[in-house]
């Protein structure tokens, strides 16, 4: 079954805490998104990396950091840093079509208790 | 700066009246937008792109530069429409989208 997954569906955080949310794709696709949306504000960029080994912050990036070790992974960490957690987190990824498609995940509804 | 200004939050009409859902956008250059569009319990998903001049379930989508617009056009709707839309502007060379804050689409039977 071929697209993007992300894990885990639902993640309840204590404050102060760590978190790691999982984007996994097995579309090739070089370059990969997170997003963090929010009622009534749309989706924001959070990172973004267009190969292996090199990312770039988005317009959020502050409490979030990520890695880009595989082609196909590109998890985020949520850490205590980041003032209000609690939201929708979209992974996606960039299509080799002329189009500039994004693919996106399921998405994890992350909350901080 | 760049931006996207979507003015409506809930757009509600009844099955088979037209649709019309409002994007604005503020970008220095040509433009080049689309439409997502995310259905209840599914994953947001491309509806449509203005480079391809194209019609997706009876959507099309209309680039306007005078205006600095794309809105989204449907003449009949239908209940199977109802989701969450949101209009995007493709920014700089890396390709990230810049989302509108997303209009709900209510059609009511």
């Known amino acids: 079954d071929g697209g993007i997954t992300q894990s885990p569906k639902y993640l309840f955080r204590k404050e102060g805490q760590n978190v790691t949310l999982s984007c996994e794709q097995n579309?090739?696709?070089?370059?990969m998104y997170w997003y963090r949306q929010d009622p009534g504000q749309g989706l924001r960029l959070i990172y973004y990396?267009?190969?292996?080994?090199?990312?770039q912050k988005g317009d959020i990036a502050e409490g979030y950091s990520v890695s880009r070790e595989k082609k196909e992974s590109f998890p985020l960490t949520v850490t205590s840093a980041q003032k209000n957690p609690t939201a929708f987190y979209l992974c996606a990824s960039l299509g080799q079509g002329p189009y500039n498609e994004q693919f996106f995940g399921p998405g994890t509804r992350l909350t901080v208790l | 700066a760049q931006r996207v200004t979507q003015p409506e939050k809930l757009l509600s009409v009844f099955k088979g009246a037209p649709v019309e859902l409002k994007c604005n956008y503020s970008y220095s250059g040509s433009p080049e937008l689309f439409w997502y569009v995310q259905y209840s319990r599914q994953r947001l998903q491309l509806l449509l792109r203005h480079i391809s001049r194209e019609s997706i379930k009876g959507f099309t989508a209309d680039l306007n530069k005078g205006e600095t617009s794309f809105h989204l056009k449907k003449p009949f709707a239908q209940e199977e429409d109802s989701a969450m839309y949101y209009c995007?502007?493709?920014?700089?060379?890396?390709?990230?989208?810049?989302f509108g804050a997303g209009t709900r689409l209510a059609v009511h039977p």
């Open positions: 995007a502007l493709l920014s700089g060379g890396y390709n990230k989208l810049i």
């Open positions: 990396s267009q190969i292996v080994n090199d990312f």
């Open positions: 579309l090739n696709h070089d370059a």
